[in-house]
């Protein structure tokens, strides 16, 4: 089963009026509301609900599991091949620290990259459903879907705000 839905597509020039628009959107209840930047812009971010990245707990996840790693593997070495030297325990925690903390670097940032390209969706296997090349250069564009019904009211709230174009296009979701 399928459901039709209106995508609009608006295009400013100004930050403040890009801004504005998300805002009212979200306020009017509109969830499906994407943002292009020519650069990364935090107020469009706190626009769209951006909390915290989620990557910082794949990095936690990462580096914990590299200091256990760590500690278990030196201590399974030591006790399956035990080294008597000169009276020492066989498992002496201080000397394993180093190779802990080697692995914790190490399985933290390969946990950091995972947890990226995880969270940005890349590889982008399906291309964007509506771009402008404008959005490089100094724009800014607004993409809310929203069912036919409430097409117009979307329609009047990026109207509000004065984009340079406005464009509209059918969405196709499938359910």
């Known amino acids: 089963m399928s459901a039709s839905r209106i995508g609009l597509l608006a295009s400013y020039e100004y930050l403040d009026s890009t801004v504005d628009a998300i805002e009212k959107l979200k306020k009017a209840g509109f969830d499906d509301v994407r943002a292009y930047a020519p650069y990364p812009e935090h107020h469009i971010e ?12 794949f990095t936690l996840v990462g580096g914990l599991t590299g200091t256990a790693t760590g500690f278990a593997f030196t ?3 030591s006790v399956d091949w035990p080294l008597v030297v000169g009276g020492k325990p066989i498992v002496s925690i201080p000397a394993y620290v180093i190779i802990a903390f080697e692995l914790t670097v190490l399985f933290g940032a390969l946990a950091t990259v995972i947890g990226l390209f995880l969270n940005s969706r890349l590889p982008a296997i399906k291309p964007a459903v509506v771009y402008d090349p404008e959005f490089t250069s100094g724009r800014y564009g607004v993409y809310v879907v929203s069912p036919p019904e409430r097409a117009d009211e979307a329609r009047a709230i990026l109207q509000k705000e004065e984009p340079v174009e406005l464009r509209e296009g ?6």
Not at 49 to 55: A, E, H, I, L
Not at 170 to 175: D, G, I, L, T
Request: no cysteine.
């Open 46 to 57: 706190h626009a769209l609900g951006y909390g915290q990245s989620p990557v910082r707990v």
């Open 75 to 77: 201590t399974w070495t």
């Open 170 to 175: 059918q969405e196709v979701a499938h359910a």
